[in-house]
């Protein structure tokens, strides 16, 4: 929460200047520099130009500030809680800064500047080649096909998706239709967007999550009683069939939508039992029957996050027709360490071996009753998890539109160990 002070204060810096007329004031950089301060507001750097900012070291901030989320997300290398910066290094002074090690240095070596340098010459080359094989399908060494889909939050990220290889979405978060104003969507509002992003990715599947907010995830248009333990509260599928006016109209809205886009399928979140999956079951086909649809067609599937439903997992696979691991929540769980705590950051660990366990099991569940699995959590991007996934039997890979390309170029430098 102490990180997110800078968003408040950036917040109500832009209502004053709207509310005065004053213009914003523009970091200006005239040459490709480093940029160094004690923080930035979140506006300050989505209004960087990426040509001059080369990086960014900050003596405040944080990791998960949203300052230095957008970085990350431009490409631009980003260190944060680097105290003491600000007093040693002078404006016009050479400075180096190695993104990959998270250090500054104010007068390398001539040897360490050729290492560096070295580093990020081959970095950049690799990032170009990914790049441009991006659209290419990606298949093992040992001729092993692996889908790799998006995660997206609307369909603004739709185009970035498909420019970065995704064959298709994985999640959907539907969140932003129910938390971008203070009234629920309507089911045409729904309708629409869902048809829109289906008809944007052609026949390649789109993954709808059906609403996953509650406990520490407020929703305006539907105020909800504070909980003690919010991640172990009343959220994803456990709000929804306590509220069924909530999934409703989302289903109503889905079911339309599939009639004139066979790609679409829905994805349940916070799944820990036999019974949820089948009431939201039900719910689909009482509304399917009332707007005379066949429900049957349309792809159901849930989320692994919870370890009752990796240890349910043979019972569910018969009633669904896909999963997804969520190893953000996944691995909270299994831990029982809140992945917003930075005290337990040695346990909010996807390699742990009790978390690649669980992942192992849902796998072999799912390959068990013939269903795919698929991974949307943070671990299906990273590089370095790729071939332990692909060990334990993942085939099918979803993560940030930024990730894929270096996903597939890692996928196709691995080969399965049988």
Same mark, same amino acid.
């Given at each position: 929460m102490r990180e997110r002070e800078a968003d408040?204060? #950036?917040?109500?810096?832009?209502?004053? =200047?709207? /509310? &005065?007329g004053e213009p914003a004031a523009a970091v200006a950089i005239?040459?490709?520099s480093i940029l160094l301060a004690r923080d930035l507001m979140p506006s300050d750097v989505a209004g960087l130009d990426t040509a001059k900012v080369l990086g960014i070291c900050l003596s405040e901030g944080g990791k998960t500030s949203h300052s230095a989320i957008l970085a990350r997300a431009m490409g631009i290398p980003a260190l944060v809680k680097a105290r003491g910066c600000l007093e040693q290094v002078t404006p016009g002074q050479m400075v180096t800064l190695d993104g990959f090690a998270g250090l500054l240095w104010f007068a390398p070596s001539a040897a360490v500047s050729a290492q560096l340098a070295a580093q990020r010459?081959?970095?950049?080359?690799?990032?170009?080649?990914? +790049?441009?094989?991006? %659209?290419?399908h990606a298949s093992t060494t040992d001729g092993i096909s692996v889908s790799v889909l998006a995660n997206i939050g609307g369909p603004d990220d739709v185009r970035k998706a498909l420019d970065s290889g995704a064959e298709g979405v994985g999640l959907f978060r539907t969140e932003f239709l129910f938390q971008r104003s203070d009234s629920l969507p309507t089911e045409q509002e729904q309708f629409d967007v869902y048809c829109d992003i289906a008809a944007? %990715? *052609?026949?390649?599947? !789109? &993954?709808i999550r059906s609403l996953d907010v509650g406990g520490d995830k407020? %929703?305006?248009?539907?105020? =909800?009683?504070?909980?003690?333990?919010?991640?172990? *509260?009343? @959220? *994803?599928? @456990?709000?929804?069939? +306590?509220h069924p006016e909530l999934l409703v109209t989302q289903l109503r809205a889905i079911l339309r939508a599939h009639q004139q886009h066979r790609n679409i399928q829905l994805m349940i979140p916070m799944v820990a039992r036999v019974d949820e999956v089948r009431h939201v079951k039900a719910l689909l086909q009482r509304e399917a029957d009332a707007l005379g649809l066949d429900a049957s067609t349309l792809p159901v599937g849930i989320m692994i996050e919870v370890p009752a439903a990796v240890l349910n997992a043979d019972a569910l696979a018969a009633e669904v027709d896909f999963f997804s691991i969520g190893t953000n929540d996944l691995t909270q769980?299994?831990?029982?360490?809140? @992945? *917003?705590?930075?005290? !337990?950051?040695?346990?909010?660990?996807?390699? #742990?071996?009790?978390?690649?366990?669980?992942?192992e099991m849902t796998c072999a569940a799912g390959g068990k009753a013939g269903i795919p699995v698929s991974m949307c959590g943070e671990m299906a991007g990273d590089p370095k998890a790729t071939q332990q996934l692909l060990n334990i039997g993942l085939r099918k890979f979803s993560a940030s539109?930024?990730? %894929?390309?270096?996903? +597939?170029?890692?996928?196709?430098?691995?080969?399965? /160990? +049988?």
């Open positions: 408040v204060q #950036d917040i109500a810096r832009q209502v004053m =200047m709207e /509310m &005065t005239e040459q490709p010459d081959a970095w950049q080359a690799e990032q170009h080649q990914a +790049k441009q094989r991006a %659209l290419q944007a %990715l *052609g026949d390649q599947p !789109l &993954t407020p %929703l305006a248009a539907f105020p =909800m009683p504070s909980e003690d333990n919010p991640f172990l *509260g009343v @959220r *994803g599928v @456990r709000l929804c069939l +306590k769980y299994v831990m029982a360490a809140d @992945r *917003g705590n930075t005290e !337990l950051t040695d346990l909010i660990n996807y390699f #742990d071996p009790a978390v690649l366990r669980a992942i539109a930024s990730l %894929l390309p270096a996903l +597939k170029a890692q996928i196709r430098q691995t080969a399965v /160990m +049988k």
